[in-house]
Structure formats: C-alpha cells, structure tokens
C-alpha cells in the first residue's frame, strides 16, 4: 500500500520542508482531527506530547490549531516518551494521541507517530483514510466557531506515566544496591528516566538530560552508545541504559562495558519469560534480527516470526499470532504484556528486575553467539533507485554468492533518504564482497 506522507513509523522529515513545517501540520492536525471525531461522537480529545526539538515550539501550535479547528479538545503534556503518551491515551480515554517526535534523526529533523485510543500505532489502511482528508479542501472539515475545541496544557504526564510503568511490578520491587548509568539522549526521556530509578532507590548516574533543543542524539543516545560504555567503565556501574530521542528505544551495557543490542536483549527476556512460563506463543522480530538469534531460539524450541521492519509491523504480528514479545535490534522491544508499543525504560526494568535476583548483567545477556553482521547506510537521492535493473541484478548476483553461507537484505529506508545494506555470514571475506557489489551498482 503506497502512502503519500506516512512512513514506516508516522511522519518524518527535515523542519521546514515539504511535510514537516506550521502550513503541513495545520493540515495533519486537521485531517487527523476530522477522521478520529467521526469515529466518536460523544467525545473529542486528543493528547499531544513531544520530545525537545526546539522545532516543537513551531510545529506544536500549529498540530493544535488543525485539531481545536476540526473540534478536538486538545491536552498537551510537553516533553514525555512515546510509550507514555500512548499510555495516557488509553487510560484518559482520548480519541487519539501524536507524539511529535522524528525519534533516533538529529535536531534538524521532526515529524509525527499517531495512536488510536487504544494505545496502538494506527494501521496502513487507517492513515490512507488520513491522507486522503490531508488532500482535501480545508474548509470541508472546520468545524463552526461554536464547536471549536479547546486547549489545556497538563503538567503531571511525567508522574502519571511513571506510575503506570511501576504499577506493572511488585510493591516491594527496589533497585537499592545497584549503580545504574543512565544516558537519556537530551530527549523526551530526560526527566522520568532519572525519576524513576532514583524513585526505585538505585544510584543513578545521568547522561544527556541537559536538552537545549538542538542537542537531541548529538553524540548520546542509543545511537551512540559508547557514552554509557564509558561512564559505566569509569564509575564500576552494574548495567547502563540509554535511550533515543523519544526513549522508546533502549540500547544497554553490562558491567564489562559490553554493548547490548536490542538482539541480545531480547533474546535474554525471551530464556526469562520461557523458564517463568511468561512467554506466550513465541518472538517476533524483523528482516533486520541477526541470524544468531533465529539459530537461538531454533535450538531452544522458541518460535521465532520475522516482520517487516518497524515496530508498527512487529505489533501487528505479535497481535496476530498471539505472541507477547517482540522487537528490534535498534532497541524498539515491545513488551506485550504490559505495553502497546516500544518503551526503552519499560524494557530496562524488566532487564533490572532480572539483575535483583542476583545475576551480573554480563551472565543475564550472554545467551547466544551473533553471527557477524554489516550494515551499510547509503545515502541517495531517490530510493527507487533500488529497483533500477542494474541494482536487482547486483541483489541477486550477491545472494547467489551467500547462498547457503549467511543471507542478504537490501531494503528503504523508511524515514530517511538512504538505501540499507545488510549481510550476515561468518566468511567476513564473502560478506564484504557480497556488500560492495550492490553499493557499487547503487553508487
């Protein structure tokens, strides 16, 4: 299904361009407004929380000036993660909920995710019907100035969603004893991250929570993870958690200054849940899982489902095969237990609490071997280029020379202008060549 304006995970794109700009949100505001108003009549509420992107302040009262426009009463919550927004959306009962957020992307970039009240990333077929309304006329949707929505900002989306992340543990769960390095990516996770664990009784030590609205991933964040490696080196922390821009990634370190990927995270959760008879029917993870993992859980008779790529697409697997863990080696992990999307601390505590019953954080994740993998981002100017004849043949000259020695995946990516190349084998020479004979053709 080919979509004008959404991507793999919502809108995305650089400010003050094509889609990303006051003119364009007014718009998104309104066609979202319209649609979700339909689909309730006796209520009209939509929650909007951001991360710290100073191009928040621009894109923001235009998101809510489409939406009060369509007659939506609109709360707003400033700066709280994902998974806290799409929480709040469910428990306050709202027709939906936007994150305005271009998640892991630099500074420069913003965008969209939109929730439906059930806490969930909307469906392909309900942002077609979305987009189909962004194209219409404007004066088609605007309410009477009677009916226009109303506006209130709410201060406590940080506590509320603190609250709900602890009431999926025990009462008497604490983290006293453990030295936890926490680096937050001077984004949406800044306050409640720190918040949290010190609530717990941990001994935090906190990294990037100083945003200034153009330092969001710059240098810290999951995307760079070397920060937690380092502090947790230097002051002998027991695990470091970072998190992207809009925290619902997370990326973690053990206690040697090993860097765990969403991979090895998952896989560790996954022995957890089987031996405490928590895992329900298997994992899902994606094209971009690494083939370690599938050999993993092949041995120990876990089933394992590979989605496209996207959490959105994770999630919809997971719901249609029942299972109740899944995600990414980026870090989107979702717990399906206890929530709808991915929550890079939600996913720490579940790790955290494991580490309480008296495991090192090095023995909790060391479950099974990657095989090794490369990931190459080229930058292009239209990626349809990956259907150009010459590239096809490059993709399958490679795949013929990997066949039954690793695998290959070639693929858009969804919310930036670049083509991935990803190969994994154990013959590192073969890979590397199977590598530059489709960059040499996209080039």
């Given at each position: 299904m080919t979509k004008k304006y959404f991507g793999t995970d919502g809108i995305r794109g650089l400010v003050n361009s094509k889609n990303i700009n006051g003119d364009m949100f007014f718009k998104f505001g309104l066609?979202?407004?319209t649609f979700f108003k339909n689909q309730k009549k006796d209520k009209q509420i939509a929650i909007i929380a951001k991360d710290t992107r100073l191009s928040g302040y621009t894109l923001e009262p235009a998101l809510v000036s489409g939406l009060t426009?369509?007659?939506m009463?609109?709360?707003t919550l400033g700066p709280l993660p994902t998974n806290g927004l799409a929480m709040l959306t469910k428990t306050m009962k709202a027709n939906m909920g936007i994150m305005i957020t271009a998640s892991h992307n630099p500074h420069y970039d913003n965008g969209l995710k939109l929730f439906g009240p059930d806490g969930l990333k909307l469906s392909d077929k309900i942002e077609k019907k979305i987009e189909g309304l962004i194209d219409k006329k404007i004066d088609k949707q605007l309410s009477t100035p009677r009916v226009l929505g109303r506006v209130k900002r709410l201060e406590d989306g940080n506590e509320l969603y603190i609250k709900i992340l602890k009431k999926n543990f025990p009462k008497n769960f604490s983290l006293k004893g453990l030295k936890i390095v926490i680096d937050c990516a001077n984004?949406?996770?800044y306050k409640s991250g720190p918040k949290l664990l010190k609530s717990l009784g941990a001994k935090v030590t906190s990294i990037g929570t100083k945003p200034n609205g153009l330092n969001i991933n710059k240098k810290c964040g999951s995307t760079f993870p070397k920060k937690i490696q380092f502090a947790v080196k230097k002051i002998r922390a027991d695990v470091g958690i970072s998190l992207d821009g809009d925290a619902d990634r997370v990326i973690m370190c053990d206690e040697k200054g090993n860097i765990v990927d969403g991979d090895q995270i998952i896989a560790a959760l996954a022995s957890r849940w089987k031996i405490k008879k928590m895992l329900r029917?298997?994992?899902?993870?994606?094209?971009?899982?690494?083939?370690?993992?599938?050999?993993?859980f092949r041995l120990k008779k876990i089933k394992f489902l590979r989605a496209n790529v996207g959490d959105r697409y994770v999630k919809e697997k997971m719901q249609k095969y029942n299972f109740n863990l899944g995600g990414e080696q980026s870090g989107h992990i979702i717990l399906g237990k206890f929530a709808t999307t991915g929550d890079g601390l939600l996913v720490a505590l579940e790790v955290l609490f494991a580490l309480k019953k008296g495991k090192k954080a090095s023995q909790f994740f060391n479950v099974f071997r990657r095989t090794p993998q490369i990931l190459e981002n080229i930058i292009v100017k239209d990626k349809s280029i990956i259907n150009a004849t010459k590239v096809k043949k490059a993709i399958k000259e490679a795949n013929n020379l990997m066949k039954g020695n690793g695998r290959m995946l070639v693929r858009k990516s969804g919310t930036e202008p670049k083509i991935r190349i990803m190969g994994e084998s154990d013959n590192k020479k073969l890979l590397i060549r199977c590598i530059k004979i489709i960059k040499k053709r996209i080039n």
């Open positions: 066609a979202a407004g426009s369509a007659g009463h609109v709360f984004g949406a996770g029917g298997g994992v899902v993870g994606t094209q971009m899982s690494n083939y370690g993992l599938e050999k993993y």
